[in-house]
């Protein structure tokens, strides 16, 4: 299975990182976690491209992760790609349906398979998934997404202050992708700072693979060593910044 780090930034630009979205490959299935601004461009330099991704799953709504799913909209439709399929949180279908009723002209172009995720678990373009609600300023969800036909587990964080439950959901993982979008110094709600993170994963029951730290704001770039070793103070596993067009091989071992 490939992990590919199609935008790693935030909501406040820094010129370094677009906004979140993460592709995971296995075999022939694809599928798209979270659709920020700029993951378009991203995901056309992949060999898959837009057109080969007919399904999004989105963590939350807020538009640092769902910002160009609307551009993908269009483009797909250009493309000659007309088949999506949108997940995520309730109100994901009233999210694409909105977002047609302000393009009018989009109406009727794709055909749309809009989904919310309300059950504990479900299946999704290849993959078999488990939701966690984070903490988080609105309904977020982290994802366990395995392949159907068996493979290695990523688990897609979302947003989320420090949750030892969260790394928990996580146990047995080859990857978990975490926000950690300040470093230390900033009083911050709904995010994680190194210090909490770390505390959290060391304090959770859990064994997990390796953690790529993402959804960094401009105040982390020239941070990241110091961040690192706020996190291995207090925890002594496998933790690492992730960069955007970032491709990673998982494997179980990961």
């Keep these: 299975m490939r992990l590919t780090f199609l935008g790693t930034g935030s909501a406040m630009p820094s010129g370094e990182r677009v906004q979140s979205g993460y592709l995971l490959e296995h075999g022939d299935d694809c599928l798209l976690v979270d659709c920020g601004s700029g993951v378009l461009d991203a995901l056309a330099r992949t060999s898959v491209g837009y057109e080969g991704v007919d399904t999004v799953l989105l963590t939350h709504h807020h538009l640092d992760h769902v910002s160009d ?45 809009l989904r919310d995720v309300e059950g504990a678990s479900f299946s999704l373009a290849g993959f078999e998934g488990e939701r966690y609600e984070t903490v988080h300023s609105m309904q977020c969800f982290a994802y366990r997404l395995t392949p159907t036909d068996g493979g290695p587990t990523v688990v897609a964080g979302g947003d989320s202050e420090a949750d030892p439950g969260l790394v928990e959901f996580a146990d047995g993982a080859a990857v978990l992708v975490h926000d950690c979008s300040f470093p230390d110094e900033v009083d911050v709600s709904n995010h994680p700072t190194p210090s909490s993170l770390g505390a959290a994963l060391a304090t959770a029951d859990a064994d ?47």
């Design 208 to 254: 997990v693979g390796r953690v790529y730290l993402t959804h960094l704001y401009p105040h982390t770039e020239g941070r990241h060593e110091e961040m690192l070793d706020s996190v291995s103070d207090r925890y002594d596993g496998d933790v690492r910044f992730a960069e955007d067009d970032l491709t990673v091989t998982v494997s179980a071992t990961e």
């Design 69 to 113: 799913l609307d551009v993908l909209l269009k483009a797909r439709w250009l493309a000659g790609a007309t088949d999506l399929t949108v997940a995520g949180p309730p109100g994901t279908r009233a999210l694409v349906e909105d977002l047609l009723s302000v393009h009018e002209y989009m109406q009727g172009r794709l055909d749309l398979t």
